[in-house]
């Protein structure tokens, strides 16, 4: 069992839907990241939590310490938003340090 | 402000030969650096991380090196490629105190 879980891995879905990706995870963390990668492989970073919500336009990303669980939600979804949406959590002191363990990604389609 | 920059952008080189990516950070000091891998279809895997010059810590034993000459700058070799070194390698860096995480804009080796 992979330490971070995502799912779906892919998910297509209608201009102006609602989106939520979910993110799982089996070890103590001291963050959680959401990065967005494009068609040509670029990644840019998203959000980082440690803790309760965060905004950002139409980005929400959600973070239950307890339950080991986070989710990004995307509103008013656009064609511009497909990409590849990767979860990762960085560990603490007690378990990998300063390293990020990635999710295997969900590839996001937001058809016109 | 902090750019991150890697290069070449893609290559295209034969089982057995040599490899050089480098990468480098500016405007900022004492960076968490990071090599990545992604194969086709697949999430990102942590190569090698180094927290400061000539400190690299391996994740995952393979005939792929690394390398830290300067605070800066972060390289990663090979001295013979083999067919399943290809894939999309991104380099990273982090502040030291666990902050957010950025990428470089990946380069695309392909071994044929």
């Known amino acids: 069992k992979n330490e971070v879980e995502q799912s779906p891995q892919n998910l297509t879905a209608q201009e102006g839907e609602f989106i939520t990706i979910n993110c799982s995870y089996s070890?103590?963390?001291?963050?959680l990241h959401w990065l967005q990668q494009h068609p040509g492989g670029g990644i840019v970073s998203l959000f980082m939590l440690s803790s309760g919500k965060k905004k950002h336009g139409r980005l929400i990303a959600t973070i239950n310490i307890q339950e080991k669980h986070s989710s990004l939600h995307i509103t008013a979804s656009h064609p511009r938003d497909s990409a590849v949406y990767i979860c990762a959590v960085r560990g603490n002191e007690e378990t990998s340090g300063s390293r990020l363990t990635f999710g295997e990604g969900t590839q996001l389609t937001v058809n016109p | 402000s902090q750019t991150i920059h890697q290069w070449p952008a893609t290559l295209v080189q034969p089982v057995g030969s040599p490899l050089s990516l480098e990468c480098t950070v500016e405007g900022t000091s004492n960076p968490n650096l990071y090599w990545y891998r992604q194969a086709a279809g697949r999430g990102l895997q942590l190569l090698f991380y180094s927290v400061g010059i000539g400190q690299i810590s391996s994740e995952v034993p393979q005939n792929l090196s690394a390398s830290r000459p300067q605070d800066r700058q972060f390289i990663l070799s090979s001295k013979k490629l083999l067919l399943s070194d290809s894939g999309f390698y991104l380099c990273?860096?982090?502040?030291?105190?666990?902050?957010?995480?950025?990428f470089g804009e990946g380069s695309w080796l392909t071994v044929v």
């Open positions: 990273a860096w982090s502040g030291t105190a666990g902050n957010t995480i950025y």
């Open positions: 070890v103590g963390i001291s963050a």
